[in-house]
């Protein structure tokens, strides 16, 4: 490594603790860089000294940044996720910032111990969504009428048809939210509902969940997909940390 080369302190998250911890290595373009604890009263970031640099979020910066948080929560019931990239000049900048952070910490964790995040996306069948669409006869007029027409000549037939397609998937978006969504919402600390990725994702959901409460969580799933898997497929993901619902805002300037 280049002597020369200034050195920096990468964030990964935060965890309740006041004695110093490490937690392995962390690998980064063949070197490996120790993983420790920065502390202000019972709170700690948990750090690795890296090259100060921009780091991409390619697939091998957010793998390094994903699996060290996740070893952390293998280890530990209370994780604060940092979000990827935020690299600090020096360890003071670090302890400033924690000192900065601490009144929202201070709330976050009672409200997060022994909490988890599970991802649910469900994703229509093709068939599936192609047999509602024949349902609708004036989806099926629309989309004839266009066949075989320049793009110019069918440009309001477009409109009215991508018009008449939205209303349909939002039909059935509601119809997955009532029927998958919100019977899993109840079973949930907290649930939130993220946009649709593609055309076909019906649901792109995440639920805080007691550690404790998984099984039933997972049983729960289970039936809705029993009742669902022949229209479309569920991608159920976790436990992550809370990801998407905290909200830290990094900043070492006076508060």
């Known amino acids: 490594m280049d002597q020369q080369e200034k050195m920096g302190i990468y964030l990964f998250c935060g965890i309740q603790t006041e004695q ?3 937690f392995g290595v962390v690998e980064l373009d063949g070197t490996e860089y120790e ?26 910066n957010l793998m ?22 935020n690299v600090f000049k020096s360890v003071e900048d670090v302890k400033v910032l924690l000192e900065n952070l601490y009144p929202q910490f201070e709330q976050l964790f009672p409200k997060i111990q022994g909490k ?3 991802g649910l996306k469900v994703i229509g069948k093709k068939e599936w969504l192609e047999s509602r ?21 069918s440009y309001y037939d477009r409109i009215q048809l991508g018009g008449f397609a939205q209303k349909m998937v939002s039909q ?30 019906l649901l792109n959901a995440s639920f805080l969940i007691d550690r404790e409460q998984e099984k039933d969580f997972d049983a729960k799933v289970n039936e809705a997909h029993e009742r669902w898997k022949d229209k479309v497929d569920f991608k159920y993901t976790g436990p992550w940390p809370v990801y998407n619902f905290v909200n830290i805002r990094l900043s070492v300037e006076e508060s």
Do not use: C, W
């Open 35 to 60: 993983i420790f604890t920065i502390h202000y009263k019972d709170a700690a970031m948990v750090v690795a000294e890296v090259p100060l640099k921009i780091y991409h979020p390619n697939k091998e």
């Open 116 to 118: 988890m995040e599970l």
């Open 64 to 85: 390094f940044h994903q699996n060290t948080i996740s070893e952390v929560m293998n280890r530990k019931d209370t994780v604060i996720p940092i979000s990827f990239g």
């Open 133 to 153: 669409v024949n349902e609708h006869p004036e989806i099926m007029k629309k989309a004839n009428s266009v066949k075989g027409k320049s793009e110019s000549a």
């Open 20 to 22: 110093k911890e490490e």
């Open 172 to 201: 059935i978006q509601g119809e997955i939210k009532s029927e998958v969504y919100q019977p899993l919402e109840e079973t949930a600390e907290a649930a939130i509902t993220n946009d649709p990725l593609g055309e076909k994702m």
